[in-house]
C-alpha cells in the first residue's frame, strides 16, 4: 500500500479523533466552570437579599449536555420578621454545552416553604409541598432574563405549621405559568390551574372548594422597573417598589373560573400598595346552571381575597 494511500485512509480517522479530543476539551472545560460557578455562588447572595446554599453537587451530561444534580437546596431571605425560605431536597439543572442561554430545572423531593410567624410570639408558619413532577425552564437574552416557563404535574400543598388545621390543604392535577418579556416595556402572563382543589380550612364555607379550571391571561405593565431584578442586580423588595412608584399594574384581559356548576370571566387590573400587597378589582359574568348572566367581582385586599355578586348597573371593565 502506497503512502498517499495510508493518508487517505487514516487521515479522517485521525482528525475524526482530533475533533473527538478537542471537544471533550472543550465540554470538560464548560462542566468544570460551571461546577465552580456553582461553588462560588454557595452560601451567598444570588440576587440582593436571596440566599443559595446546598448540601451536595454532582456536574455530568457529557458529551452534549451539562447537568448539575444539587442536594439540600435552600434560597432563603432574612427579614426584619424573621426568615422567609424554599428547599428542596433535590434541584437538576440542565442546558446544552454549546448554548448556556436555555436553561431547564426540575426539583424532585419534598419542598417547604417557610415564612415568619403571623403574630410575634407563635410559631413560624410551614407548608409543605410534593409534586409529581416539577419542571422550568428559562431562556436568557443578554444575560437577562427573557422568558420563563413552570409546569407542575399533580402538585399537593398542606400547612404544616405546628398546630394547624388539617384540612389546610391544596392540590390540582396540573399548574403552568408562563412569563414572555416583550420590547414594548410589558411581560405578558399566562397561567392555568387544571382541577384545583382547596381544603376546607382554606374555604370560606368551610368545605372543600373545586375548581375545574382557572385560566388567567394578563400583562404586567412597566416592566422595565423589574430589569435589575431579572439580571440578578436588584433585591425582590426594591423592583416591587421601583414598580409601583412607575404606576405598574397586572392588567387582566381574561380570568376564566370555573366551578362544577358555573363559571365567570373576569376582567380589570391588580396592582401593589404601600404595604406591598395586591390591590385591585376583577369583574365581569358569572353563569350558573344556564341562568341569566349575573355581575360577579373579585376584590384584592390587605384583608386577602374576597368574591361577591354585584348589582347589575356595575360597571363592566
Known amino acids: 500500500m502506497s503512502y498517499s494511500s ?16 478537542l471537544y471533550s476539551v472543550f465540554w470538560r472545560v464548560q462542566a468544570d466552570t460551571l461546577s465552580a460557578r456553582l461553588d462560588r455562588a454557595n452560601g451567598g447572595e444570588v440576587i440582593p437579599g436571596i440566599t443559595f446554599a446546598f448540601a451536595g453537587k454532582t456536574v455530568g451530561g457529557y458529551p452534549f449536555r451539562l447537568d448539575a444534580v444539587l442536594s439540600g437546596v435552600t434560597f432563603s431571605y432574612q427579614g426584619a420578621e424573621g426568615e422567609t425560605a424554599w428547599r428542596t431536597e433535590e434541584l437538576a439543572l440542565h442546558s446544552l454545552s454549546y448554548n448556556l442561554d436555555r436553561y431547564i430545572l426540575e426539583v424532585t423531593g419534598l419542598q417547604s416553604f417557610s415564612r415568619p410567624p403571623a403574630t410575634q410570639g407563635s410559631v413560624p408558619r410551614l407548608i409543605y409541598a410534593t ?21 407542575l404535574w ?25 412569563l414572555l418579556a416583550r420590547p414594548d416595556n410589558t411581560i405578558d402572563v399566562a397561567a392555568q390551574i387544571n382541577n ?13 372548594l373545586v375548581l375545574p379550571l382557572i385560566d388567567l391571561r394578563a400583562k404586567l405593565t412597566e416592566s ?10 436588584m433585591s425582590v423588595a426594591d423592583a416591587a417598589q421601583a414598580w409601583r412608584e412607575r404606576m405598574g399594574e397586572l392588567d387582566v384581559s381574561d380570568l376564566t373560573l370555573n366551578w362544577p356548576d358555573a363559571r365567570a370571566g373576569l376582567k380589570g387590573e391588580v ?7 395586591a390591590s385591585g378589582r376583577l369583574q365581569g359574568d358569572r353563569v350558573q346552571n344556564g341562568k341569566t348572566p349575573v ?6 385586599d390587605s384583608g386577602g381575597i374576597h368574591t361577591a355578586a354585584l348589582p347589575a348597573s356595575a360597571a363592566r371593565p
Open 6 to 21: 495510508r493518508i487517505f485512509i487514516y487521515g479522517p480517522v485521525g482528525l475524526l479523533l482530533l475533533i473527538v479530543v
Open 131 to 151: 409534586p409529581a413532577i416539577a419542571r422550568a425552564s428559562a431562556i436568557l437574552n443578554n444575560g437577562r432574563l427573557a422568558r420563563f416557563d413552570l409546569d
Open 154 to 178: 399533580e402538585p399537593q400543598a398542606k400547612d404544616a405549621t405546628q398546630g394547624a388545621d388539617p384540612k389546610r390543604s391544596l392540590s390540582a392535577d396540573r399548574a403552568q405559568l408562563h
Open 196 to 208: 384545583a382543589r382547596i381544603g376546607a380550612g382554606y374555604a370560606a364555607a368551610n368545605a372543600e
Open 224 to 233: 422595565s422597573a423589574l430589569e435589575g431584578l431579572a439580571a440578578g442586580k
Open 271 to 277: 396592582a401593589i400598595d404601600q404595604t406591598g400587597r
Open 295 to 300: 355581575r360577579f367581582g373579585l376584590t384584592l
